[in-house]
């Protein structure tokens, strides 16, 4: 058997098998495909670009063949130096490709996004793309990432990006980002995060094509770029209806951010899925008991802070303006208060209560997450120690279902 360090170490020629005594044989004599096999479990692709290319002119060719970067991924948050971008220009083809904010630092100009726009490489299971790492791409990065979804549209399987209000110039037409997304056939992974300042411009595009894909894990959420901060308070109804219906029945997880509540519609989608892993706002357990039943987790959200007059909802830094809350607090009454606080902290239990009696629906149910949001109740003690009592009375009812509690002001978080 062919030993690799040795290969690696020593191109010109083979390493002698010692079990049968056969004589060392020369490098040359192997065919490509065999070369190409050993070759293939290298996982840095500067290997492939610097190093092995300078052995002779078989391995400089071979090193182009796209059968040798199967294993060989790119990550942005590991370059160091400013030419490391060529990665990108001379790859033909990427396991996987995670863009990300980071630059290397002392370097005056970013080469990474001309290094997306121009290349031509493939990537065969999953793109990465963080809200700070499409900043970074900009204008010319965002068309070239469009580009790059596009001739990956056959293999790619996982896709984890922000928004983007890019678009790719085809031979035939003018492709949206939503369209290129549309047109990849084997995804199995989509998470889609929105930036707080986005206007979803929505119009059908991932409805137009009724062919279903194999899409098991979904995951919508909103991001968060500053400690103050608007986010819609609706979920974008028509895209998750068109995804989930686009998954059918393979749909086995979905997350949604819990600031939405989840519209009826996609609720009767989410009847006809299997589901296995949850998290969303509370109102998703207006899915039916058949569909409860499936569902081995749950996370939930429950929000004691929403008006349904209001189109979004303001999430303040906790810590700004301590000073002036404290001061109007000061000139309240104190009965008025406490029997606003006693009404708060009914409608909360309630909410709570009616949370917890709907997971018992679901048989499945392995564990649960419950979080209470809300800027008052998060820090009533009285109103903890309730809802610890709710969740010890399910614990009860369902000994083998692990349980966690949490209370929320803004983004501030204490575990139970």
Avoid at 119 to 147: C, D, N, P
Avoid at 257 to 267: E, K
Wanted: proline share 4%.
């Amino acid at each position: 058997m062919w030993n690799l360090y040795d290969t690696l170490k020593h191109p010109s020629a083979c390493v002698s098998n010692a079990a049968e005594g056969r004589a060392g044989r020369s490098m040359e004599d192997l065919p490509d495909e065999l070369v190409l096999h050993i070759l293939r479990h290298l996982s840095d692709g500067f290997a492939l670009l610097d190093a092995l290319p300078l052995v002779c002119r078989r391995w400089h060719r071979l090193c182009q063949d796209v059968r040798l970067w199967s294993n060989v991924s790119a990550d942005t948050r590991f370059w160091k130096a400013q030419d490391d971008p060529r990665l990108l220009l001379h790859a033909p083809a990427l396991r996987c490709l995670s863009l990300h904010r980071q630059t290397a630092k002392g370097i005056d100009k970013d080469c990474l996004p001309a290094a997306v726009g121009r290349s031509l490489a493939v990537v065969r299971e999953a793109v990465t793309v963080t809200h700070g790492g499409l900043l970074r791409l900009g204008q010319q990065g965002g068309g070239g990432l469009l580009a790059l979804l596009w001739r990956s549209r056959h293999t790619l399987r996982r896709v984890l990006v922000p928004w983007a209000d890019a678009s790719l110039e085809t031979p035939s037409h003018r492709l949206s980002f939503l369209e290129v997304l549309a047109r990849i056939e084997c995804l199995e992974v989509l998470h889609l995060h929105v930036g707080v300042k986005t206007v979803l411009q929505y119009s059908g595009q991932l409805g137009q094509d009724e062919a279903t894909v194999p899409l098991r894990e979904l995951q919508i959420r909103a991001c968060k770029a500053a400690s103050k901060w608007t986010v819609q308070r609706a979920v974008p109804e028509d895209l998750v209806l068109d995804l989930v219906r686009r998954a059918g029945a393979g749909l086995r997880e979905l997350r949604l951010d819990g600031r939405w509540p989840v519209p009826p519609r996609v609720l009767q989608q989410l009847d006809r899925s299997q589901l296995r892993d949850v998290s969303a706002h509370s109102s998703v357990l207006g899915m039916a008991a058949k569909a409860l039943r499936s569902v081995e987790r749950l996370t939930l959200s429950v929000m004691l802070d929403q008006d349904g007059g209001a189109d979004d909802v303001d999430m303040e830094d906790p810590d700004a303006d301590s000073a002036g809350s404290d001061d109007e607090a000061d000139g309240l009454d104190d009965q008025p208060f406490q029997e606003f606080m006693a009404d708060l902290r009914t409608s909360g239990m309630a909410l709570v209560s009616a949370a917890l009696a709907r997971c018992e629906a679901a048989a499945s149910l392995r564990m649960l997450a419950l979080t209470v949001t809300d800027v008052d109740l998060a820090e009533d003690e009285n109103f903890r120690v309730d809802c610890r009592k709710l969740v010890d009375a399910f614990k009860e009812r369902r000994p083998l279902v692990q349980t966690q509690l949490d209370f929320h002001c803004t983004f501030r978080a204490e575990a139970y």
